[in-house]
């Protein structure tokens, strides 16, 4: 099969017909052999129904519905598993993206050899409000990911490898780093496409403002586990030992300096008058809890079997 189309949905019943006969048209134009693959991420509307019809009417049309909403990265997940086409592509269901940049990205994985192409909206149809935030954001991400040559990482519209899809774990709300989790699992010849943005036709946005925030909180935790995940006692064994190391010092040169009074026959304040060996105990104390927040970070480095255990209703 070439190509196996992922739409991740919540809420989008009104648009769903058009865009399957977009894809439809576009993939019978270029002789694709594909699959059509809906995940239902818990809506609320008659989604599902009309999915349900779709693919009875279409044998390119198949389905997961999930039983609440979980959000984007578990329904990718999820799509990720069930996918058998040599390409994937991704995209959302609001028409927002183009199922017309498909040959075109097609072509980018299978002729230029890419692993992973993103698109990029250059010419958004997004209020301020949305843009100039994103653009911060995707600056961020630039500078930590290391792939450079990125300017959406949020950007719903993606092709990847098969291989790709299959051997990275896209859980939380990690989706914004795809590109990033492929580059971590090896996978880093990573393009970029200039693609067509479209105004949204029906419905309404389902991202707030936090989002953003999220996103940077996302950023930081992909960061660390990249970094630190199967060694957490590197980080914090380091940090509380050196904390440890300045307040036990910092205790020591206390003794010493009272020690010193002492042989000199000056008798004043206790040690523990000092506001400094309280500063020195507190450091103590928060080295050592470092210490041990690296050690049981170690004993549970070990992935969660239920960590992507989703709740799916129906499949087709």
């Not at 019978?28 to 809906?38: D, S």
Request: glycine share 8%; hydrophobic share 40%.
């Amino acid at each position: 099969m070439d190509i196996s189309v992922v739409v991740p949905l919540f809420n989008e019943a009104e648009s769903l017909p058009e865009l399957h006969a977009w894809i439809t048209r576009v993939m019978e134009n270029n002789h694709f052999t594909y699959e059509i693959l809906f995940i239902n991420d818990g809506s609320t509307d008659n989604s599902w129904q009309i999915i349900e019809e779709l693919a009875k009417k279409d044998e390119h049309v198949h389905g997961i519905k999930f039983r609440r909403n979980y959000g984007k990265s578990p329904a990718l997940y999820c799509g990720f598993e069930a996918v058998q086409g040599d390409v994937v592509i991704t995209m959302d269901a609001d028409l927002q993206d183009s199922p017309d940049e498909i040959p075109g990205l097609y072509k980018m994985i299978t002729e230029e050899g890419y692993d992973l192409v993103s698109g990029y909206k250059q010419k958004r149809y997004d209020p301020l409000t949305k843009t100039i935030p994103t653009k911060l954001f995707n600056a961020t991400a630039r500078k930590v990911s290391g792939v450079h040559n990125l300017h959406d990482f949020n950007c719903g519209l993606k092709a990847y490898k098969r291989d790709v899809v299959k051997n990275i774990e896209v859980y939380g709300e990690m989706h914004r780093y795809i590109p990033y989790l492929a580059k971590n699992a090896g996978f880093d010849k990573i393009g970029e496409k200039i693609v067509h943005h479209q105004a949204r036709k029906y419905g309404v946005s389902k991202f707030g403002i936090n989002r953003f925030f999220n996103g940077y909180l996302d950023l930081i935790t992909l960061w660390f586990l990249t970094n630190f995940g199967k060694k957490p006692m590197h980080v914090f064994g380091l940090l509380g030992s050196f904390v440890f190391f300045i307040g036990f010092i910092a205790l020591c040169a206390l003794g010493i300096n009272k020690m010193i009074d002492l042989s000199d026959g000056i008798y004043g304040n206790l040690v523990t008058d000092s506001p400094y060996f309280y500063i020195a105990l507190t450091a103590m104390m928060l080295g050592s809890q470092f210490f041990l927040a690296g050690f049981i970070g170690d004993l549970l480095s070990r992935q969660n079997p239920n960590r992507n255990d989703y709740q799916i209703e129906k499949r087709l």
